[in-house]
């Protein structure tokens, strides 16, 4: 199976600050790397398809992208409403595997 | 409005079964590959399953392959997961999950609202 190793683990960062999550995949997988939102009680939400392409209804503030097996998202001047966990997925082949999650949490 | 409404879950023994079903709506559903992913209390998700959209093409994460079996009815709009020989680490909220149809990036688009399965004796 393809390994995803995201860094770091948590991540403490205040409103209107600009952050990075990293996503190393074990292997080569294109640009099969998707990103997703999670809060608390809830189910994921897709920020980022393709390594890079934002999904519909999500703001311009996040954006990825990609170098080699190296992926980020970039969430440029966080919200409150962006304080939460971040996941990777790739997708390049079955079983899709995500990372361990990133924990966004307030200065 | 694209909905996915799980059911089926609920409290079993270990070493026991289960069968998850998840009503879909508000889509063409024999047009949609899906998913079944799960999450244990506090941990990260794992995509347990998926399947194309005619049914004919399945995969299973390592840890639930042979245990598992995802299948659909197109022509009731409902996915299944049929579990069996459950154990303590299946313990999870499970997902029904639809993957993005306008592109090839296999990510996923909606959600359920998740249904809790609970393996205890």
């Given amino acids: 199976d393809i390994q995803m190793t995201q860094s770091p683990s948590s991540l403490s960062a205040s409103v209107g600050d600009r952050v990075t999550i990293t996503c190393r995949a074990s292997q080569s997988i294109s640009s099969y790397l998707n990103w997703y939102q999670q809060k608390p009680g809830k189910a994921p939400k897709l920020l980022i398809y ?3 392409s934002l999904q519909s209804g999500v703001p311009s503030r996040f954006s990825g992208s990609a170098s080699g097996t190296d992926f980020t998202l970039t969430i440029s001047g966080l919200q409150p409403e962006d304080f939460a966990t971040y996941y990777c997925q790739q ?5 899709r595997t995500f990372g361990q999650g990133t924990k966004l949490e307030i200065k | 409005e694209v909905q996915l409404v799980e059911s089926g879950g609920g ?3 270990p070493g026991g079964s289960l069968r ?3 009503a879909a709506s508000g889509f063409t559903f024999s047009t949609y590959a899906m998913y ?3 999450q244990a209390p506090g941990q990260g998700l794992e995509c347990v399953s998926g399947i194309s959209s005619n049914g004919g093409s399945t995969n299973y994460a390592n840890s639930v392959k042979g245990r598992f079996t995802i299948s659909r009815d197109n022509s009731k709009n409902t996915l299944y997961l049929q579990m069996v020989s459950l154990r303590a680490e299946d313990m999870a909220v499970y997902y029904c999950a639809r ?3 306008y592109s090839s990036s296999h990510a996923v688009d909606y959600w359920g609202q998740g249904i809790l399965v609970t393996v205890s004796s």
């Fill in chain 1, 91 to 95: 997708t390049y082949t079955t079983p």
């Fill in chain 2, 99 to 101: 993957e993005l149809g």
């Fill in chain 2, 11 to 13: 409290l079993v023994q």
């Fill in chain 1, 50 to 52: 393709n390594a890079s």
């Fill in chain 2, 20 to 22: 998850l079903s998840c």
């Fill in chain 2, 36 to 38: 079944w992913v799960r």
